[in-house]
């Protein structure tokens, strides 16, 4: 199976930063990766599919990008509603995988 | 809109089978667009992937957890469903339900709310 490490586990910022989180599969996957944003209490939401397509209404300040088997999260200007949970999933192959998630906190 | 709601059992006893039913309500759950997936999250961990059903009928089961699940799909209902046999303590978790795009055109664009599932005598 594909596993997803996922780092930082916990991320503290401030309202402005530029914050990055990253995602490694263990092999490739090309671009099938997803990134999606929890809050307590919800269900997750989508944010970015296929590495660096914006799911709609997705604010333009999340972008995602590849290197590899590395993907990255950018949040280019932290937002008071951004500070929640962030998981990548792979769907590669047909097991999907997701990383063990970040805690975006505020500093 | 879509809208896709998890139902059944809130407590579960150890080494029964957990059972729950996701109703889809917006659009048909048999459209080869999209297959519909299971994903779990104990409380205060982060998310697991159970399984997924295609609109053929076809599964595929997270590895660790494949000789206990069954995913099933009833179009008739439009709900497709999930059993969970041997439960244990472990299994206690929120549990959403969730419509992914096939062929890659998205992921896990619409989520049920979630029901907690307690595994506990």
């Known amino acids: 199976d594909i596993q997803m490490t996922q780092s930082p586990s916990t991320l503290s910022a401030s309202v402005g930063d530029r914050v990055t989180i990253t995602c490694r599969a263990s092999?490739?996957?090309?671009?099938?990766l997803a990134w999606y944003q929890q809050k307590p209490g919800k269900a997750p939401k989508l944010l970015i599919y296929r590495t660096s397509t914006l799911e709609i209404g997705v604010p333009s300040r999340f972008s995602g990008s590849a290197s590899g088997t590395e993907f990255t999260l950018t949040i280019s200007s932290l937002q008071p509603d951004d500070f929640a949970t962030y998981y990548c999933?792979?769907?590669?192959?047909?097991?999907?995988?997701f990383g063990q998630g970040t805690k975006l906190e505020i500093k | 809109q879509l809208q896709l709601q998890e139902s059944g059992p809130g407590l579960v006893k150890p080494s029964e089978t957990l059972s729950l039913t996701c109703t889809v309500s917006?659009?048909?759950?048999?459209?080869?667009?999209?297959?519909w997936g299971w994903i779990r999250q104990p409380p205060g961990k982060g998310l697991e992937w159970i399984g997924n059903?295609?609109?053929?009928?076809?599964?595929d089961y997270n590895t660790s957890l494949k000789s206990r699940v069954t995913i099933s799909v009833d179009t008739s209902k439009n709900q497709f469903s999930l059993k969970l046999s041997s439960v244990t303590a472990a299994d206690t978790a929120v549990y959403y339900c969730?419509?992914?795009?096939?062929?890659?055109?998205?992921?896990?664009?619409?989520w049920g709310h979630g029901t907690l599932v307690t595994v506990s005598s």
């Open positions: 059903i295609y609109y053929s009928g076809s599964t």
């Open positions: 969730a419509r992914h795009y096939s062929g890659g055109l998205s992921a896990y664009d619409y």
């Open positions: 999933q792979q769907y590669n192959s047909y097991l999907y995988t």
């Open positions: 917006g659009g048909s759950i048999s459209s080869s667009s999209y297959h």
């Open positions: 092999q490739s996957i090309s671009s099938w």
